[in-house]
Structures are given as C-alpha cells and as structure tokens.
C-alpha cells in the first residue's frame, strides 16, 4: 500500500501548482499518514471497528488518486424534492457546485484555504490522510446576525466507474456572531468499494448555531469515516444528529469543544442496521469552561449480522463547574447474529457537576408484544409499533420541522 | 474520643518496619534467581520448568500502557524477588519457634497469631515479604478435610491438586505482571474445600511488605469443590519507605458445580506521603471461573491505599446458571492513583452479574472505574446490572467510568449506570445542624455512600472498613 500512497501522491502533486505552504502543509500531513497508517484495533478508539481490516477485507487495495480534471459521469442526481433548499454538489471529493440561490449574496462568503500553518499533533490519521490528498478546501463563512432562509444540503456522491478508491473532501465553515446554519448531509453512491472520507470544521462564534443532520439511508457498499470537528463559542449550540443506517461501514466521529460559557452541544443518533452492516459513532465533549451543557441519545435497532457501536466520552476540565453532562443508549437485538457494543465514558476533573450516563441493550419486551397482539395486532405489526415508538424519542428531539418529518418519513415511522 | 481516635490515625499506623534479618536472592531478574527460588522452595521439577516457561514468554511480552495512572519505569532488574526472615530458612514447626519480633509485628498489626488469645474464629495465613509464616486453626479445618497452607506447603503436600488448576484461570501468557508473577512467585495461600463441605469460619491471609527493595509476588489459589462454600478475606499493609515497591500477585478462584466462594480485600498498602513521595505498586491480577453450573464467585473489594492500584478482579461465567457479582470501594487522597473495575465474561446459558461499584476522590488524586461486560453469543437469557457512582471532592482530583459494554446475544440484558457528583451542602448544612464536625459529617455521608458495598463484608472486616474510610479522607475536607 506504501508504493501505491507515494504514487499516487506524487501524480497529486503533479496536477495542482500549490503554493508553498499548500505543498508544504500536505506533503507533512503525508508523512504523517504514512507513519501511521490507516486505524487498527490496537488503538483505543477503534478498538471495536478495526478499519485497517474492514478495508482489507471490503474493499482490498485501495487506490488514492483522483482524476479531477475528467468530467464527472452523473448524469442525474436526484434531490430531495420535500424541501426547497441551498446546495453542494461532491462528486468523488470534488467539489462540483457551490449553490446559494436562496440567500443574499453579500452574506455568505466562499473562500479557498491554504491549509493550516501548523499540525496538531495527535489527530487521527485519516485526517492527515485527508489533508494531503483532498482537493480544495473551502471555507465558508455566514455573516454577522445572518440566517440562512433554506437548510443546505450537500450531496455526497461517487461516480459510477469508481471503484476501490478513497475519497477525500475537507469543508470549513465559520459562523460568525448570531448566525444560523442548518446543515443537512446527504449520502448517494452510484458505485461500491469505495472509501469516503469526510472532515468538517466548524467554527461557532458567540450565539451562533448549528444544526447538522446526517442522513445515510440508501444502500450500499461503501465505507464512510465523517469526522466533525466544532470549536463553540459563548451561548452556542450545536445540534447534530446522525441517521445511520445505509451503508457497509459508517464512522461518524464528532469532536466538540466548549469554549465558551453557556454554550452548549446536541449529539442524538439512530442506528438502524441489517445485514452486515457495521456503524459507529463516536463523541468527544469537551467541557472546558463553567456552565456548559451537553445531551446525547443514541438509540439503535439491529437486525441479522449487524454492530452498531457507540462510543460516547464526556470531558470535564477542572475549571469546568457546573457542568451538565448527560448520555444514554439504548439498543434493541432483533437477531441472535447482532452486536452492540457501547463505551460510554465519563473524565471529570471537577467536583460541582451533574454528569450521569446510562447504557442498556436487549431484545424487545415480549409483555408489551403480547399486550398488542392481544389488541387485535400481529406480531409483525407489533414489533414494528414497538420500534416506532421506540425511535421516534430520537426524531422528536430533532428542532426543526421540516427535517424531522423528512426522516421520519425516511425511516416510515409514524406517529 | 473521636478526636483522639483520629489523631492517633491520622498518620498511617502500619508503617513502621520490622528490623528483622533478611535472606534474600540475587538482586535481578534473570534464569538464575528463578531457579534459585524454586531450589530454596524444594520444588518439582515441573514447577520449575513451568515457571521458566513464563520467563520465556516473559522476554517477549510488552509491559501494558493503556492505563490511566503512570509510573516512572521500573526496573526489574534493582528488585529482590525473594525475600524472607532468616530465621526462616528452616520453617518453624509451631507458632512457638516463630521469631518473636515477627509475632511482634503481626500484633501490631493487629493479627493476633497465637490462637489461645483469638476471640473471633478466622483461620489466618499470613504472609511476610516473600514467604507465609504462619497458619493458625489448621486442625479445626484438617477434620472437615478442609486444606488451608501455604502454597509452597501445598505443591509439597498436594502436587496433584496444584498442578491440576494453577494457571488454568489466568494462563501463563496472559500479560506482563501476570507472567512476571508466573515466573518468580513466593508464596502465598492454597485453600481447598471438599465436596459439600461449608467452611466453618472465615479464612484470612495478611499480606505484609517488610524489606525494602522487595517486589511481592504472592500466588493465591483457592478451589471450592462441588456444593462447597468459602468466605476468604485479604488484608495488606506495609511499611513507609520513600521509594516506591511493587506488588504483582496473581489470585486465581476456581468454583465447580453449586460451590460458592465470596473473596474480600481490605487494601491498605502504604500509599505514599501527602506529596506523592514512595507507596505501593499494587498490580494484581484476580480472576474467578464460575467452572460448574449453579456456581457463583462474589469479590468484595475496599481499596484505600497504594499509591497506584491497578487490578480488574473478574469473573469468567462458564457454567450454566452462574452468578459473578464485584462490589468495589475505591478511595483515593492525596496523590494516590487507582484505576480499578472488573469484567464479566458471560459464557453460559443464564448467566447473571452484578457490579456495584462507589469511587471516592480527594486531593490531587485520580480514579478511574474501568469494566468490561461481554456477553457471548451463546449465553443466552443472561443479564448484567451495572452502577458506578464516583464521588468528588475538590476541584484538583479527577473521577472517570470507562466501562465497556459488548453484547452479542439478543436474549440478553445490559444495563449500565454511572453518576458523578459532589456532597451537596444541604447534607453537609444539615449534619453540621446536628452537631457534627465538618469532618465527622463527611464521614457520614460518605459511608451512607459506601453502604451498599460494606454491607457486603464480614462482619470484622466492615468495622475496620468503615473506620478506614473515615481515615482514608482525613484533611480533605475544608
């Protein structure tokens, strides 16, 4: 695999005149990668989805050069037709278009980075190996007390030639002072045996707020690492929610700093999972100033051979009191091939908080199935109304409305 | 009173040590003291052999580094690994030859060996630096068949049973202390509980640290045969020295079919100075295998000393219907470190654990609940509860839950709780209202806190479990 990176970078190099810093700033974060190397179990993070061996085992060799200049071969892309909306259009980690046509022009900026000066040290290796091999990346900016009249949404999609190749794409976005963003990612893969990686930065300055909502429902054969990393302000919030569900390998990692006091974080999640299909997510709050707050709720439902993970993790410095921490997940086994594994981990270096987490997974209550079926329901409809019912804690936690009737027509649940 | 009780334990009161002649080996880790230690011990051949095989593997094995709490590097090689009283190079045949400076400090202690003086009716085998000293009530247990010596004693005695069991809970590969103890292991405690037999009193084992320079590796094997039942209690302490020592055993429980064995630890190693300076390594490996159906293990566990403690007491749930069950108090002051949890293998059909488990810290320390609860896919019908509540005192200390939760059978339930918190002070107000000092109204609430757990000890050791907790957070409140 080492021949092929360096090839292959090298072919990167060849195709763009990046400036110094640019060529400087990739060539480090490539050497990083080459150092490490793609996650294994031996490390503590990945210990229950060892992506060394699920990309052996999917996908075999991978390759890491795209083409950009080729013409991209989507001849249509089906759009959500429910909600009118802003977009960007990624195909293979190109960013295809750029699409504001709701919003003031003056408001939003699009900006193209040179990468930073400086490496943090420590970072997972995919995010090196996304900065040395994404292609531009972009920085948007939403303006002072701007919100944006329609969500965006971004279109993640690979060409239908592509095969056994890793993908990068790197988005930066900053909201300045009481702005609002909603942010709505949408996966559509037109080939198998692909590697996406995904890496947004977020910026959250004082009062702003966003929403990112992730929805990879359609079927396929790709692996996904999203890792997003949010920097929050004084009385911020930042709501993600994560619908994971459709493809092979999904790893939604989200790293939240809060900075500010009175800001606060928002992770909920669903997994509902068939066949072989293995998920995670992934989180890191950090509380690092008094008077922050955080909620997660991840609920999962596992059919056939499936694993769901969920690895939450609260932080607390000693400065941060009056700390309120909370988590929970739930997991329901439909099949006696399922797995749920579950990290929920709490570090507190400071003695004035709340922090509490909570963990449970089974199989579905056979009283409350009984119940229903000695209404009148089957058993097929009864498990399903258990289920429902079950998920729609998460959905209705989800602020907006259009989106939350969005996915819970996606998911066919009902009220 | 309280107040004098107090001052007169403010300070660690085990630490004094025993000026006792010592006869060590070679200071060192290599072929030759392993062998010089199993010579000394008159020990078979295959013993031998089996712990050079553990030094083989030795070689290749990587001291682990996950861990929360780290230490500077250790150097093996400055250690003695045997350790014993001169005037034990013959045992002594009865309590009356033992060394009276050594019965001296076992009634410092508070272990009173000579069993005309025993009120209370617990079997004690005690265990000074590397070698066990003495057992006490050996003909009341010989009658009921019960064996109760010291494991050089038993590989003597009872090579059959040892060799049948030693190493199948924790394998000789297993991780670096673990087989570091494989290697170069004393002494330590053997008990053997015939079919149907209930012991009749509570067995006990004090551990002390004397010399200096001395890693402790005890090996503690206890087998309880069908339908039996045993209650073992382990007490520890050791004296002030300035550099840190190290104390690796490897404690191994065997339940057959319907036996039940309860071990409970009062851990009160030497934990260092307010500034952090010297304390105990404890590093201990400790394992239970439910290897009969209907059988249970329960481990009881009051860690207040050492200054790093690092042990996951476990169960391994093989036989159908098997119970394993961890109650755990851990407190931590000063600069002590304490990463310490269990695991609950669940391997068959209807299994159950429990895990209660109560974090104290104060001061600069840090604490951390790390636990595993893996369901397998064939142990169906199995359920784990699992409550860590951690308990925080001062801005300067750290408490942290990393539990991890795997299950892969959908017959079986996992639930999991944690809460971190502070005292609140309408309890402190209201107990000061009352006439408590702050200190006093602490301790209140504080074993209020820990009950569930004491209440799990015998009867003498909760005393002197909750007077320790007491101890334990002294000058750090206010």
Redesign the interface.
Known sequence: MEEQLKIDFEKKLKDFSYSDQEKKFRETNFKEFLKKGFPNRKL?NW?FSDLNQIIKSNIGELTFYNDYKKENQIDKIELISELEHNKIIIVDGKIEKIDFKFEDKDKIEVLVEQGEETIKENINSLINLNNAFSNKFCKIIIKKNYSLKKPLVIYHLTNKNTQSKNTNSRIDFKLEENACLILIDIFKDNSEKNFLNIYYNFELDKSSILKNYKIDKSINNNIKYSYNNVKQEANSISETFILSSGSKFFKNEINCDLLGQHSSAFVNGIFDLDDENHHEIKSNINHLVENTKSYQLVKSVLEKKSKAVYQGKIFVS??A?KTDGYQLSN?I???????????????????????????????LDENSIFYLMSRGLNYKEAKKLLINGFLLDVIEKITDEDIKNLIKNLLGVKE | MRDKQIEDLKDYKYGFSTDIENFKAPKGLNEDVIKFISNIKKEPKWLLDWRLKAFERLKVLKEPDWQKPKYPKIDYQDLYYYSAPKSFKDKPKSLDELDPKLLETYKKLGIPLNEQKRLNGIAVDAVFDSVSVATTFKETLTKQGIIFCSISEAVQKHPELVKKYLGTVIPLTDHFFSTLNSAVFTDGSFVYIPPGVRCPMELSTYFRINASDTGQFERTLIIADKGSYVSYLEGCTAPMRDENQLHAANVELIALDDAEIKYSTVQNWYPGDKDGKGGIYNFVTKRGLCKGKNSKISWTQVETGSAITWKYPSCILKGDNSIGEFYSIAITNNHQKADTGTKMIHLGKNTKSKIISKGISAGFSDMTYRGLVDISPKATNSNNFTQCDSLLMGNKCGAHTVPYIKNKNSDSNIAHEATTSKISEEQLHYCQQRGLNPEEAVGLIVNGFCKEVLQQLPMEFAVEAQKLVGISLEGSVG
């Open positions: 503590e210990k000693s400065e009191q997991a086994l439909l099949s006696e091939n399922s797995e749920f594994n579950a990290k929920p981990e709490l570090e507190i270096y400071a003695d004035d908080v709340k922090c509490s987490h909570g963990s449970s997974s089974g199989s």
